[in-house]
């Protein structure tokens, strides 16, 4: 089955720096690339995702890049505020068309801290 | 983005009983699931919640451990049976839209066992 693997477990950076945090996965049949938002107490949230016929997405301050070849994938938070401080967490899955659906594989979570 | 209810938010629970843990969606899903995220951990799918029939149980969860009923299209519920200090983890309640790649989670529920 598939495999996430995700980097770093932490991250520390200031307010208005640039923050980067990378997933592999094994599976090269996996196509669909979310990234989740988890702050303290609630439930994770969907804030950006990527598939496997696109390079790179952005929405505002954050952006995704997928590197099919090497089987990567990379959220990008540019200019950073302590409200990005949670849990981010990668997933892939597999996505078969119609009304079949992979399973989402989660990789084991960055906790980001924007220092003010 | 769908919207995910459950209910209750948190419950402390003593070992040897069960809990159940209902998490309502709106239209938009038509497919539910369930996950377990222990302290500090990632999440991990327990289970897929099929409407009017048994639930498809994850390698590791059983049914008889965790039974799910999915009566509607809209409301499932997630029974953690026979409970103890291990099972204390959040239980997430997703939804997806059938065709669509894209997949929300409720808020979670906090379960403690003493």
């Known amino acids: 089955g598939e495999n996430v693997e995700q980097h770093p477990s932490t991250l520390s950076v200031q307010e208005g720096d640039s923050a980067v945090i990378k997933c592999t996965y094994s599976?090269?049949?996996?196509?669909?690339f979310p990234w989740y938002k988890q702050e303290l107490g609630k439930g994770p949230q969907l804030i950006i995702d990527i598939r496997s016929n696109v390079g790179e997405k952005k929405d505002q301050r954050i952006a995704v890049t997928l590197n099919k070849t090497a089987k990567h994938f990379s959220l990008h938070i540019t200019e950073t505020q302590p409200e990005d401080s949670a849990v981010y967490f990668c997933?892939?899955?597999?996505?078969?068309?119609?009304?079949?659906?992979?399973?989402?594989?989660f990789g084991q979570g960055t906790i980001l801290t924007v220092h003010p | 983005s769908a919207v995910i209810s459950q209910k209750p938010s948190r419950d402390i629970c003593q070992r040897g009983t069960s809990l159940t843990i209902q998490c309502q969606v709106d239209?938009?899903?038509?497919?539910m699931f369930w996950y377990r995220q222990q302290p500090g951990q990632s999440l991990t799918l327990i289970a897929t919640a099929n409407q009017g029939s048994e639930a498809t149980y994850e390698s590791g969860f059983v049914i008889d451990k965790f039974p799910i009923s999915r009566p509607n299209l809209t409301f499932s519920t997630l029974t953690v049976s026979n409970m103890s200090p291990e099972d204390s983890s959040i239980y997430l309640c997703?939804?997806?839209?059938?065709?669509?790649?894209?997949?929300?989670f409720g808020p979670g529920t906090r379960l403690t066992v003493l």
């Open positions: 997703s939804g997806r839209t059938a065709g669509r790649n894209e997949q929300f």
């Open positions: 239209s938009q899903v038509t497919m």
């Open positions: 599976d090269s049949a996996s196509n669909y």
């Open positions: 997933a892939a899955s597999r996505y078969a068309g119609g009304t079949s659906y992979g399973k989402l594989t």
